[in-house]
């Protein structure tokens, strides 16, 4: 099992474009989870999905969009970049409500 | 709203020292939590998860302390090794809520030689 595995590791974009962030769940997981990492903070929760549908949404703008596929993977879309949204993207995945497993993050840096 | 504080922020201690790290939270009807690794610039790693009805759990030379009464739980790890440094965070979710969870800010730990 290659648990949650996210692409790409890093991103560079500039202020304004778009940027499209994967992620693959853990087998037999259902629910998708995304977070912003800001430097030296803990993740914050931007949105979670379950059978292709976003079923919670934290508190982000709606520049901040995502999507699931019929085979449980996910996309988290960005659009109109600022500085701020320089972090570690995490996604976490799990069976229902149950125990949530991470990936490795991408990072994205906007300049 | 539930808030979650780690204190320290950042701890240095030499090999070998016993620590203790502590979590704190404003809600006490939580639905369990759970404690992280993560080395810098990677993902989240599980280290101990505790359920509400729980006291504490223990893997290897980590024990994690559940006081739902107090809002508290500590993170203890025996004889530290320079590879236990990293960052560690602890995440609450609430009791009949949306079972996201809410994470602290973290402390940093360094062990050094």
């Known amino acids: 099992d290659a648990g949650v595995t996210q692409s790409p590791t890093h991103l560079i974009k500039t202020r304004g474009q778009q940027v499209t962030l994967r992620c693959s769940p853990k087998s037999g997981h259902d629910t998708v989870s995304w977070y912003q990492q800001a430097l030296g903070q803990g993740p914050q929760f931007i949105f979670q999905y379950y059978e292709e549908e976003e079923r919670q949404r934290g508190n982000f703008p709606d520049r901040f969009s995502g999507h699931q596929f019929p085979n449980y993977s996910s996309e988290l879309n960005v659009n109109a970049l600022l500085l701020g949204d320089s972090a570690l993207y995490l996604c976490?995945?799990?069976?229902?409500?149950?125990?949530?497993?991470f990936g490795p993050g991408t990072r994205l840096t906007v300049t | 709203k539930q808030e979650v504080t780690q204190i320290p922020a950042a701890l240095s201690v030499p090999e070998g020292e016993n620590l203790v790290l502590n979590c704190s939270f404003t809600?006490?009807?939580?639905?369990?939590l759970q404690w992280f690794r993560q080395d810098p610039g990677k993902g989240l790693t599980s280290l101990l998860l505790?359920?509400?009805?729980?006291r504490e759990q223990t893997s290897g030379r980590l024990n994690a302390s559940l006081d739902k009464s107090s809002g508290r739980s500590t993170l203890y790890i025996a004889a530290s090794q320079p590879g236990d440094s990293a960052t560690y965070l602890c995440?609450?979710?609430?009791?009949?809520?949306?079972?996201?969870?809410?994470f602290g800010r973290g402390t940093s730990l360094i062990v050094h030689p």
């Open positions: 809600d006490s009807a939580i639905y369990n």
């Open positions: 995440a609450v979710k609430v009791a009949g809520g949306s079972y996201i969870p809410t």
């Open positions: 976490a995945s799990s069976p229902a409500r149950g125990e949530q497993y």
């Open positions: 505790i359920q509400s009805s729980q």
